[in-house]
C-alpha cells in the first residue's frame, strides 16, 4: 500500500514539472524567436516479485514476470525549433531568418550566444547590437551618415551614404548552426549557449549547407500555438488530480484496513 503512495507522489511531481513547462511556453507566446518545450518523462525501475523462467523439459515455468512499477520521472524537456509565423515589421534591422540556423552574437563577457530573435538595433558607435547591447557577431558597424541600409537574403548588408551613388558593403551576416540544436542550454535573454550534447556551432553563409536565408523588415514569431498548450494543461491537471485520487484512496484503504485490527 505504501508503494502505491509513493508511486503516486511521483505522478504528481512529474505533472507539476509538465504544467511549470506549459505555463513558460504561454508566457512566452509574444517572445520573438521563442521556442517552446516539452516536458517528456520516463518510467522508475520496476520492482521485482516474481522472474520469468525458461520452460522445462516438463513444461511450467513463468512466462512472464510478475513486477510492479515505481513511478515516473523527469527525463528530458525536448525544445521545438519549427518555424514561427513570421510578421512583417517594416523596420530595416528587423531580420528574421527563414529555415534552419542562429544569429551569433558576442556577450558582455566575451562568450557567444546563438537566437533566433532578429530584432537588432544600432548602438551609439553604429555597432549592430541585440535589444539588450550585446554585439552581433561578426561585428557591422553602420556609418552615422547612412540614410539607409539593405540587408539581402544571403546576408551581405549595403548602405546607402550621402555622395556616393553605389550602395557601400559593410560586410556580412553568418548563421551558426548544430548537429544537435536540441542539446543548445536556454541562457535567457532569448539566447542559447553551446553544450557537448549541441556540438559545435557550424558557421556558414545564409542559404547554403542547410542554413535559412535573412528576411529583411520581419521578424519571428514564438511557435508556441496557444490552444494546444492549453489542451495540454487540461490533460496535466486531470492526470495530477487522478494521481492525487490515488493517495486518497491508498489512504483510505490504510485507514481500512487498521480498523480491523
Known sequence: MLRSLYTAATGMEAQQT??????????NSSTTG?????????????????????PTAQG???PEPLQIGLGVRNATTTRSFAQ?????TQNPLDLAIEGGGFFRIQRANGDFGYTRA????????GRLVTQTGEVVDPAINVPQDAT???????????????GKTEPTELGSLHLATFTNPGGLDALGNNLFGTTAASGEPILVKPGEQGAGSISQGYLENANVQAVQ??????TTQRAYEMNSKTIQTA???????????
Open 229 to 234: 498548450e492549453m489542451v495540454d494543461m487540461i
Open 148 to 162: 539607409s541600409i539593405t540587408i539581402r537574403a544571403d546576408g551581405t548588408i549595403l548602405v546607402a551614404v550621402p
Open 251 to 261: 489512504d483510505q484503504m490504510l485507514q481500512r484496513l487498521t480498523q480491523l485490527h
Open 60 to 62: 511450467g515455468g513463468r
Open 34 to 54: 521563442f521556442k517552446r518545450a516539452r516536458a517528456d518523462f520516463e518510467d522508475l525501475l520496476s520492482e521485482t516479485i516474481r522472474s520469468a523462467t525458461a
Open 18 to 27: 509538465k504544467l511549470d513547462v506549459i505555463a513558460n511556453n504561454l508566457a
Open 118 to 125: 532578429g530584432n537588432f538595433r544600432v548602438d551609439a558607435t
Open 84 to 88: 514561427g509565423d513570421m510578421t512583417s
